[in-house]
């Protein structure tokens, strides 16, 4: 038989009579022993009542008060009946940038589209409190995610939902069908008037894009059955990036849980419409749904719930600990120039694959121009450029202009790189690459260690040596190209 994911069996009567006999049964459960740095909630209420937007409230402004040095609370929109949605960014906030000097690795995750999956919601709630009482406790492992990680948390995206315990909105649309990913094209549950037409999902999609386009890693939590759901939900075919996902599923599997991990649309049903498939479609993000099992007909659990969920959070510890090999992390081993070809040797130490990569050569530090591989004329650095897009001169299909890397492989090439003046005696080599196979994924451009640079013909001993001013332009010029981010401007 076919369900609707989070539609509890009992009427509105059961519940309260189950509340009842729960609350009578819990009277007599002692608290489970975990720390909460929470005001006014004691472990017993902490730990087996489910959170209203006003508990969730008291609960994250405590935290945003209590620890400073890693909480920014902000208020990211409204829902449609005017509660705020509240979005934890947390980090180790002295640190702007990791100590390697690299940007950090950006994690978001949410809970709550439907207002009667408890479980999802507390579970991220759980995320969130490991990170910062960890924090607070000096756990090592903690202090060093926070380091190079910032955690984005929306933890209740429908409060009103979650206040009416339904799953619905209050304008009774079906917030994870709402997003603007072949919305309303296939069966579907009370999609809205239109994509984005709930001021939760359209408030969603604004940070996604405005303030984590580049996240790396994208989980929104539910309830319903205990199972773990990737791209896509629309089609049975497995996703772009597979090779990515099938390493997840098969390292968690090993070492952590058996929890099923599937396509959605083999693993649950077909879906169209999901903040899943629209960050993994649209952003380029590695995306899961995690669904924690089915028991949110209740207002709360008997069994603490950091022991319910205990197995779930070691999973979500495992992938934001890893965050950093969800894409493409290409090193180049060897540059050598020769006649004006460039014989290349990249890996791959991401367990993401990347179909387009090349070299870009600027002349010197202050350049706004650089030059592809086969081009005698250089590109101007502008965000109007758009390199998938030159397909007269430059395609990286052909051999000589760009390349492939499969997840944890290398690969060695040659590069025609004769219409450029290298022989000028000083340059910039920048690698520039897709992060996933997907379509939507952002690309990136990063300098090539000047250590690995070599030439037979003598000429380079000018290289310049450090080029960080001009990344942060290149950087920004580049992913200002990213097509997709063209597309939502637009």
């Given at each position: 038989?076919?369900?609707?994911?989070?539609?509890?069996?009992?009427?509105?009567?059961?519940r309260?009579?189950?509340?009842?006999?729960?609350?009578?049964?819990?009277?007599?459960?002692?608290?489970a022993?975990?720390?909460?740095?929470?005001?006014?909630?004691?472990d017993?209420?902490?730990?087996?009542?489910?959170?209203?937007?006003?508990?969730?409230?008291?609960?994250?402004?405590?935290w945003a008060?209590?620890?400073?040095?890693?909480?920014?609370?902000?208020?990211?929109?409204q829902?449609?009946?005017?509660r705020?949605?509240?979005?934890?960014?947390?980090?180790?906030?002295?640190?702007?940038?990791?100590?390697?000097?690299t940007?950090?690795?950006?994690v978001?995750?949410?809970?709550?589209?439907?207002?009667?999956?408890?479980?999802?919601?507390?579970?991220?709630?759980?995320?969130?409190?490991?990170?910062?009482?960890?924090?607070?406790?000096?756990?090592?492992?903690?202090?060093?995610?926070?380091?190079?990680?910032?955690?984005?948390i929306?933890?209740?995206?429908?409060?009103?939902?979650?206040?009416?315990?339904?799953?619905?909105?209050?304008?009774?649309?079906?917030?994870?069908?709402?997003?603007?990913?072949?919305?309303?094209?296939?069966?579907?549950?009370?999609?809205?008037?239109?994509?984005?037409?709930?001021?939760?999902?359209?408030?969603?999609s604004?940070?996604?894009?405005?303030?984590?386009?580049?996240?790396?890693?994208?989980?929104?939590?539910?309830?319903?059955?205990?199972i773990?759901?990737?791209?896509?939900?629309?089609?049975?075919?497995?996703p772009?990036d597979?090779?990515?996902?099938?390493?997840?599923?098969?390292?968690?599997?090993?070492?952590?849980?058996?929890?099923?991990?599937?396509?959605?649309?083999?693993?649950?049903?077909?879906?169209?419409?999901?903040?899943?498939?629209?960050?993994?479609?649209?952003?380029?993000?590695?995306?899961?749904?995690?669904?924690?099992?089915?028991?949110?007909?209740?207002?709360?659990?008997?069994?603490?719930?950091?022991?319910?969920?205990?197995?779930?959070?070691?999973?979500?510890?495992?992938?934001?600990?890893?965050?950093?090999y969800?894409?493409?992390?290409?090193?180049v081993?060897?540059?050598?120039?020769?006649?004006?070809?460039?014989?290349?040797?990249?890996s791959?130490?991401?367990?993401a694959?990347?179909?387009?990569?090349t070299?870009?050569?600027?002349?010197?530090?202050?350049?706004?121009?650089?030059?592809?591989?086969?081009?005698?004329?250089?590109t101007?650095?502008?965000?109007?450029?758009?390199?998938?897009?030159?397909?007269?001169?430059?395609?990286?299909?052909?051999?000589?202009?760009?390349?492939?890397?499969?997840?944890?492989?290398?690969?060695?090439?040659?590069?025609?790189?004769?219409g450029?003046?290298i022989?000028?005696?000083?340059?910039?080599?920048?690698?520039?690459?897709?992060?996933?196979?997907?379509?939507?994924?952002?690309?990136?451009?990063?300098?090539?260690?000047?250590?690995?640079?070599?030439?037979?013909?003598?000429?380079?001993q000018?290289?310049?040596?450090?080029p960080?001013?001009?990344?942060?332009?290149?950087?920004?010029?580049?992913?200002?190209?990213?097509r997709q981010?063209?597309?939502?401007?637009?």
């Open positions: 038989m076919t369900t609707i994911v989070g539609d509890g069996p009992l009427s509105g009567a059961m309260r009579c189950a509340a009842i006999v729960l609350a009578s049964v819990m009277l007599s459960v002692s608290a022993p975990v720390a909460t740095a929470q005001v006014g909630q004691p017993i209420v902490q730990e087996h009542w489910y959170h209203s937007y006003a508990t969730l409230t008291l609960d994250v402004n405590a008060d209590d620890y400073p040095e890693i909480v920014n609370l902000l208020v990211v929109g829902t449609e009946m005017g705020n949605l509240w979005m934890l960014q947390i980090s180790d906030w002295s640190q702007e940038i990791k100590p390697d000097g940007a950090k690795e950006v978001y995750i949410d809970g709550g589209h439907h207002g009667n999956e408890h479980l999802g919601t507390e579970l991220a709630f759980l995320v969130a409190e490991y990170y910062i009482e960890g924090w607070a406790d000096g756990e090592q492992e903690v202090l060093d995610v926070l380091a190079t990680t910032e955690l984005h929306l933890i209740m995206l429908n409060a009103d939902g979650n206040d009416f315990d339904t799953r619905w909105n209050v304008n009774q649309v079906d917030l994870n069908r709402n997003y603007d990913h072949y919305w309303n094209t296939c069966p579907t549950t009370q999609p809205g008037s239109s994509a984005f037409s709930e001021s939760e999902t359209r408030f969603n604004i940070y996604m894009n405005e303030v984590v386009p580049h996240a790396d890693l994208y989980i929104t939590m539910h309830t319903g059955v205990w773990m759901l990737y791209p896509w939900g629309k089609w049975p075919e497995q772009s597979w090779e990515m996902f099938h390493f997840i599923r098969d390292d968690v599997h090993a070492n952590i849980s058996d929890i099923p991990i599937q396509n959605a649309n083999q693993g649950l049903y077909p879906n169209c419409g999901t903040s899943r498939d629209y960050g993994y479609g649209v952003m380029g993000y590695p995306t899961f749904t995690f669904e924690t099992d089915d028991e949110q007909w209740l207002l709360g659990t008997v069994e603490a719930l950091s022991e319910r969920l205990g197995e779930e959070l070691d999973v979500m510890n495992y992938l934001i600990e890893n965050v950093w969800w894409r493409a992390r290409l090193v081993d060897s540059l050598e120039v020769e006649d004006g070809k460039v014989h290349l040797g990249v791959n130490l991401g367990h694959s990347t179909s387009n990569a070299l870009l050569y600027f002349e010197d530090e202050d350049s706004l121009e650089f030059w592809l591989p086969g081009s005698d004329e250089p101007e650095v502008t965000g109007a450029m758009d390199i998938q897009e030159r397909e007269s001169d430059f395609n990286f299909s052909t051999p000589g202009y760009g390349f492939a890397v499969n997840a944890t492989n290398s690969t060695v090439t040659t590069l025609d790189f004769t450029a003046p022989s000028s005696g000083g340059g910039i080599w920048v690698l520039y690459y897709q992060k996933r196979v997907v379509d939507s994924s952002m690309w990136v451009g990063e300098a090539v260690n000047e250590s690995v640079v070599k030439s037979k013909d003598g000429v380079l000018g290289l310049l040596p450090a960080s001013m001009l990344l942060v332009f290149v950087a920004f010029a580049l992913a200002a190209i990213n981010n063209r597309k939502f401007e637009q």
